[in-house]
């Protein structure tokens, strides 16, 4: 590979990043409209698993080749860039106010989702040994605990009775409506794939470790999916979407993108990795706190711009740690 290809690679995927999201955002609604479904249930279920293929498909490559590290950083930078980061951005957008139900479950699955991984990942460490892994069965718990929460999206479901509110999108027809879903998944998924691609040769080609690529570059490039639809929603003032979308694909991360690629091969964890689980806990728990701290219910400006600082301090927590 010549030293421009990875830049082309991240140029197209940066297209295909910003048009998938369109046209999901777009296709998305489109379906919640015509069948009185929210906009929370969309973004935590076809817009967050939409936008979580790119760290499936690379947590199963990386799983089947062995590349451990990439794998759990993946998922673990991804997590913290969601919240912090993706957040951060949307909320400086648009103020993202949210629903009591988000507040008090969905919110909270995904911080349950945190520390079962965390148990999961340190159960050897805690009888002393020097490492642990996240064990096939380990990988089949969090897959029931996906299934768990698919058949808890399928309650809300059903029981929602209002219609979808400030979706400013026109109406299409169901095979239009699918067509551009489809199409914005394979766009967030090839994009996202050229984008690792050409940032992890990148990577490769400055010395970093493979753990340092999975927590930053990796995390970050799967990231974009989320960040592009999280951000063009709160410019349409979709925030139930941009909030869905980052909380669903975290419990997505975790449950079934670790559960799936655990199963595939055992996944080692050090004790090093702990500060990156905490890190994972302390930002969802720091989104649930900003849920009643200025306006209840709701992510202001400033609490995008502070979950950016601590963002930016983790960064430099990471390039210090090498």
């Known amino acids: 590979m010549t030293s421009v290809q990875p830049y082309l690679l991240l140029a197209i995927g940066f297209v295909l ?12 609604g489109s379906i919640a409209r015509r069948y009185n479904i929210s906009d929370l249930v969309i973004g935590l279920t076809v817009v967050a698993f939409g936008t ?17 590290a990439i794998a759990i950083g993946n998922v673990l930078g991804s997590n913290i860039a969601n919240i912090l980061l993706i957040l951060g951005i949307s909320a400086l957008v648009y103020p993202l106010a949210v629903t009591r139900d988000t507040v008090w479950r969905e919110i909270p699955f995904s ?15 805690f009888d002393g040994w020097a490492y642990s892994d996240i064990s096939r069965s380990d990988g089949l718990i969090f897959l029931m605990f996906f299934a768990i929460f698919l ?5 809300i479901t059903r029981n929602f009775t209002g219609d979808a509110q400030g979706m400013p999108m026109r109406r299409r027809g169901m095979p239009a409506a699918a067509a551009m879903t489809a199409a914005g998944v394979i766009g967030l998924a090839t994009g996202g794939k050229l984008i690792v691609d050409g940032a992890v040769h990148i990577a490769a080609s400055m010395g970093m470790s493979e753990a340092a690529v999975g927590l930053t570059i990796v995390a970050v490039g799967t990231s974009l999916p989320e960040l592009a639809t999280s951000v063009m929603a709160a410019w349409r003032k979709n925030v139930e979407i941009a909030v869905g979308n ?36 302390a930002a969802s728990l720091i ?5 009643f701290t200025g306006k209840r219910r709701s992510l ?3 609490e995008g711009a502070l979950l950016l600082v601590f963002y930016a301090v983790y960064l430099v927590y990471l390039m210090g740690r090498g």
Do not use: H
Not at 17 to 28: I, P, Q, S, W
Not at 52 to 68: D, M
Not at 251 to 263: D, R, T
């Open 17 to 28: 990043l910003v048009k998938g999201a369109d046209f999901l955002v777009e296709g998305a």
């Open 52 to 68: 979580s293929a790119p760290e499936l498909f690379v947590n199963i490559v990386a799983s089947a080749q062995g590349n451990t």
């Open 111 to 125: 911080l349950v989702a945190a520390v079962v991984l965390c148990i999961a990942a340190n159960d050897r460490i």
């Open 151 to 155: 058949y808890y999206l399928a309650s």
């Open 246 to 281: 980052v909380v669903g694909s975290n419990i997505f991360n975790i449950f079934f993108v670790l559960g799936a690629s655990a199963v595939i091969r055992p996944l080692p964890f050090y004790k090093g990795g702990n500060l990156d689980m905490a890190m994972v806990i």
């Open 287 to 291: 989104l649930f706190v900003t849920m």
């Open 300 to 302: 202001e400006r400033w």
